[in-house]
């Protein structure tokens, strides 16, 4: 089965600079998708990022950006100009291509606290 | 554009009451639909998932219960709460076309059960 780790529960930026969160996850399946989801105090979960697993090529969206590394299985999310209205948990999400089950498996969360 | 809605926003139901939350999506058609509960501080747990009308996937086996009446309609049911119920439920839908591969969930339901 598939599994997402985020090794980081919690993590300070200061204000306007740049903060890396980890993810790495177990799977065995060359089709996958990834995603960095972003969680406010108001609970309203916010699509970041999304990576596909057959592009080698780095999914960015204005200051976020993310370090896909398919071998090693890693999936790091940078946030550049760090902003306090970026203070949230963060999940890393993988959904699976196999046999279109359609499911999403989510991390534990990384509080990110951002100091001004 | 799709737009996901849930209600209620908060409940608070004695220990052993009835439960219905219900969640419904626009803009989109036969979308997968998902229950999640989040207990404070932690991540996600996937409760239930359905693909069409009818078609209901069980992850946690527990005395919750969803069904589907209707393509873009989700409701998360029990017939007597539990304590360990409470939690923070979020409904999600995603493409059941392929059009898109992300989630995109609701505001949420916060249950408090006393």
């Known amino acids: 089965a598939q599994t997402v780790t985020q090794s980081q529960p919690e993590m300070s930026v200061q204000e306007a600079e740049t903060v890396t969160l980890s993810c790495t996850y177990d799977t065995s399946e060359s089709d996958y998708y990834l995603f960095w989801y972003k969680q406010p105090p108001s609970r309203q979960m916010i699509l970041v990022i999304r990576?596909?697993?057959?592009?080698?090529q780095n999914a960015t969206e204005n200051r976020f950006s993310v370090n896909f590394q398919k071998a090693a299985k890693s999936f790091s999310l940078k946030i550049s100009d760090s902003q306090l209205g970026d203070a949230a948990m963060y999940f890393c999400?993988?959904?699976?291509?196999?046999?279109?089950?359609?499911?999403?498996?989510f991390g534990t969360g990384t509080r990110l606290k951002v100091l001004a | 554009s799709q737009t996901i809605h849930q209600w209620p926003a908060t409940l608070v139901q004695p220990v052993g009451s009835p439960l219905s939350l219900e969640c419904t999506v626009e803009?989109?058609?036969?979308?997968?639909l998902y229950w999640y509960r989040q207990a404070a501080g932690r991540g996600l747990q996937l409760l239930f998932y359905s693909v069409g009308i009818g078609q209901i996937s069980s992850e946690v086996p527990q005395n919750l219960s969803a069904s589907r009446p209707q393509d873009r309609q989700f409701i998360l049911s029990s017939k007597k709460l539990l304590l360990s119920d409470s939690g923070f439920y979020l409904c999600?839908?995603?493409?059941?076309?392929?059009?898109?591969?992300?989630?995109?969930f609701g505001p949420g339901t916060r249950l408090t059960v006393t």
């Open positions: 990576q596909e697993a057959y592009k080698q």
């Open positions: 999400a993988y959904r699976s291509e196999f046999r279109r089950t359609y499911k999403y498996i």
């Open positions: 999600a839908w995603s493409s059941g076309t392929g059009v898109s591969y992300e989630q995109y």
């Open positions: 803009g989109t058609s036969n979308p997968n």
